[in-house]
């Protein structure tokens, strides 16, 4: 049904695209989809590029500037077996087709791995809460979570106590951004407070994170759906080794972390 196996997502996208470039307005919806299009349109007539080739790289090239955020300030052995360690370990599906989300995801990631440099005075605030407002921009239901991190490194930095209400509210910020995107735009959503009291939530949650995946006898799908599979157990490893080795930066680590 889809040939490309990308469902249809990249497909509207690139129409509204042609449609913005062609006549110059567009009323999306979502509204909030135009922090990608106008970007994408400006390129296509500041370098006079095909909208079809920018919308295909766009994500993928942005999405190398993140090992190069910080790899730069590593050593070179370091920097060659970090960068092993991203094309080995790290999903890259996320960065594979431009939308709006993952354009989102990509400068929101950006603006946390330079918020570190930042930490260490070495970039500019204003340049990093300038890359995360983007994300928010680009797709706000994507771009909070990474705004609050962003804010919370910056309280760490100036030495200040980060509010317990700063912290809960980043990790149920998307929720509760749902909740209220349901009501603005007039679409039915079911929330019921009943299910966290019965097990089968939990189970049928978290039960996926803990089953691993089947093998299908194919090294590349059976590759990608054990890095799906292993994802929050590395990442919570990575946390924990930068938290007790990285002294220097061991409050930066715990906040991200919280």
Not at 62 to 74: G, H, K, N, Y
Not at 168 to 176: A, C, M
Request: glycine share 6%; hydrophobic share 55%; proline share 6%.
């Amino acid at each position: 049904v889809y040939p490309l196996g990308f469902c249809f997502d990249g497909f509207l996208h690139q129409a509204s695209e042609q449609l913005l470039f062609a006549t110059g307005t567009l009323a999306p919806k979502p509204w909030y989809y135009m922090g990608q299009y106008v970007f994408v349109t400006w390129l296509a007539r500041i370098f006079e590029v095909r909208l079809f080739w920018i919308d295909i790289l766009l994500v993928p090239l942005s999405a190398l500037l993140l090992p190069l955020s910080f790899l730069s300030r590593l050593s070179k052995k370091i920097s060659v077996s970090l960068l092993v360690g991203l094309c080995v370990f790290l999903p890259l599906s996320l960065f594979i087709a431009t939308t709006p989300q993952a354009f989102s995801y990509t400068i929101g990631l950006l603006a946390v791995f330079l918020g570190i440099s930042a930490f260490e005075r070495q970039t500019p605030w204003v340049f990093v809460f300038v890359l995360a407002a983007w994300s928010l921009v680009i797709h706000p239901l994507s771009g909070l979570p990474f705004f609050g991190a962003l804010i919370t490194m910056w309280l760490t930095a100036r030495k200040n106590k980060i509010p317990c209400i700063l912290l809960i509210g980043t990790s149920i910020v998307t929720p509760v951004a749902f909740f209220f995107n349901g009501l603005l735009s007039r679409n039915h959503v079911e929330w019921s407070l009943e299910s966290l009291g019965r097990s089968s939530f939990y189970t049928d949650t978290f039960g996926p994170w803990l089953a691993a995946p089947p093998s299908h006898f194919s090294l590349f799908v059976d590759w990608t759906n054990f890095l799906h599979f292993l994802l929050p157990f590395l990442s919570l490893l990575l946390a924990v080794w930068a938290i007790i080795r990285d002294e220097e930066r061991r409050s930066i680590w715990m906040s991200l972390s919280l």
